[in-house]
């Protein structure tokens, strides 16, 4: 699984960094504005995020080709057992459908509507930035205010980009290391959680 743990660091990593940047960004812009009482003036930072964003999702969706040229599996299997590895961290809780929305991020930015029925968005349009405040999503989830990038169909199931790629990294970095993959000994940052291969202290003597 070489060349998919390689797509991982030398890749995945870097354009999950510059959507973190994109994210600083966007909300420097916000509060500029909001100082400024000048509200448009930061949705040419939005549209960077959201740029950022789907690049780093077609990244991530990119590991998927190359395990399975790796390995004995299919997609459809490999995407099966990412979604019981998303966890928001090691040790984390499980943050449900977080691969499923990547994927679905990186397929309806390269083909603007979703390709098939297991991609939970219907469009481009699903792919939002808009401000929400702190206790949206999941407690220490994305930022606690301003506008980040969300995904979803509706109000109600949105979720914060941010939360789905660590988390969808999470599994990748789990799934890696039961198919024997050789990954970095020390933490990863992405975004601002660490994430390793899921070993403990124990495992790893």
Known sequence: MQRTVNHLMDNVIPAIEEYADAELALSRAFHASTNKNDPQNWQIEAAGAIRSA???AVAIDGLTDRATRESDKSKTQIRK?????CNFGVGGY???GAHDRVRGVASVYKHDEAQDATIPLNSSDDVLAVGL???FDAYGVGKYSGPEVLVGQTAGNQSKFMGDVVAAVCAWFQLLSTEGAV???????VINVMVHSGASDEQKR
């Open 183 to 189: 990954l970095p000994e020390k933490p990863v940052k």
């Open 94 to 96: 499980l943050r449900e």
């Open 81 to 85: 057992e990412l979604r019981n590895l």
């Open 133 to 135: 405040g702190f206790g």
């Open 54 to 56: 789907s690049n780093a």
